[in-house]
C-alpha cells in the first residue's frame, strides 16, 4: 500500500476483556515496529519486528502483551486481560530494512480505551 | 539509558514570525536525529532526519541543527504559518538497535 495502515482506529473495550490490533506495513518493508503513546508523551518502544521475528521485544510492560508477524507483513499486537492503564494510543510503524539510518514510517494508530 | 527532552510543551506565536523548537539528549553516541510532526489524532510524519556527521538539513521552511557534543538540536521553522500548528517530536535511535526513543514533544499553535 501507499502508507502504514492500522486497524481499527479506535477500540473501547471493558477491563478484562482481550484484544487485537493490526498493522499493514509498507509493501516490500522488512522491519516493523510498534510504539505506545499515552496523553501528553511522545511514543514508547514495545517490539521490533525483522521479517517475522521479533528482535527486540524489550518494550513489552508485561507478559499479557504479545505481537506477532507470522507472514513477515501484517502484524497483530494481543492484549490480554486490559486494564485501564493499557489505555493509549498504539502506533505502528515500518522501515525498509531496518537500518539505523532508515526514516520509520508510522501509522495513524489506533486509539484504545479500556472501561 | 537516552533520555530525550524537549522545551517547552507548548509554544504559540503569531502567524509569519520564524520560530525555533528544541531537543536534548543525554547520550551523544548518536546515530541520527529524527524530527517528527504529529497532528491531533494522526500519526506520525517525519519531517527532516539528521545524521550525526551533519551539522544541518534543510526542507523548504524548516532547517534542523544538530550539536552532538552538546546533546542539542533545534528545528527552525521560517515565516510559520497557521498550517504549521501540531505537536513537533524529536527522536533518535539506539546503537546497537533501531528502536527510537522519543522527546515529549512541544505543541505549537500559530495564531493567524
Known amino acids: 500500500g501507499a502508507g502504514v495502515s492500522q486497524t481499527p482506529s479506535n477500540k473501547v473495550t471493558e477491563k478484562g476483556k482481550y484484544v487485537e490490533l493490526r498493522c499493514d506495513p509498507i509493501?516490500?518493508?522488512?522491519?516493523l515496529y510498534w510504539y505506545r503513546q499515552s496523553l501528553g508523551q511522545g511514543p514508547e518502544f514495545l517490539i521490533y519486528?525483522?521479517?517475522?521475528?521479533?528482535?527486540?521485544d524489550s518494550g513489552l510492560p508485561n507478559d499479557r502483551f504479545f505481537a506477532v508477524r507470522p507472514e513477515g507483513s501484517v502484524s497483530t499486537l494481543k492484549i490480554q486481560r486490559t486494564e485501564r492503564g493499557d489505555s493509549a494510543v498504539y502506533l505502528c510503524?515500518?522501515?525498509?530494512?531496518?537500518?539505523?539510518?532508515?526514516?520509520?514510517?508510522f501509522g495513524p494508530g489506533t486509539r484504545l480505551t479500556v472501561l | 539509558k537516552q533520555e530525550v527532552t524537549q522545551i517547552p510543551a507548548a509554544l504559540s506565536v503569531p502567524e509569519g514570525e520564524n520560530l525555533v523548537l528544541n531537543c536534548s539528549f543525554t547520550?551523544?553516541?548518536?546515530?541520527?536525529l529524527q524530527w517528527f510532526r504529529q497532528d491531533p489524532g494522526k500519526g506520525l510524519t517525519s519531517l527532516l532526519l539528521?545524521?550525526?556527521?551533519?551539522r544541518e538539513q534543510t526542507s523548504g521552511r524548516l532547517n534542523a541543527s544538530l550539536d552532538k557534543s552538546s546533546g542539542r538540536s533545534t528545528l527552525y521553522i521560517a515565516a510559520s504559518q497557521p498550517g504549521d500548528s501540531a505537536t513537533y517530536l524529536c527522536?533518535?535511535?539506539?546503537?546497537?538497535?533501531?528502536?527510537?526513543?522519543f522527546g515529549t514533544g512541544t505543541r505549537l499553535t500559530i495564531i493567524p
Open positions: 510503524a515500518s522501515s525498509s530494512t531496518g537500518s539505523i539510518s532508515d526514516t520509520q514510517y
Open positions: 539528521i545524521q550525526s556527521s551533519q
Open positions: 527522536a533518535v535511535p539506539n546503537f546497537g538497535n533501531e528502536k527510537l526513543t
Open positions: 519486528f525483522q521479517g517475522t521475528g521479533a528482535a527486540d
Open positions: 509493501s516490500g518493508h522488512t522491519a
Open positions: 547520550d551523544s553516541a548518536i546515530y541520527n
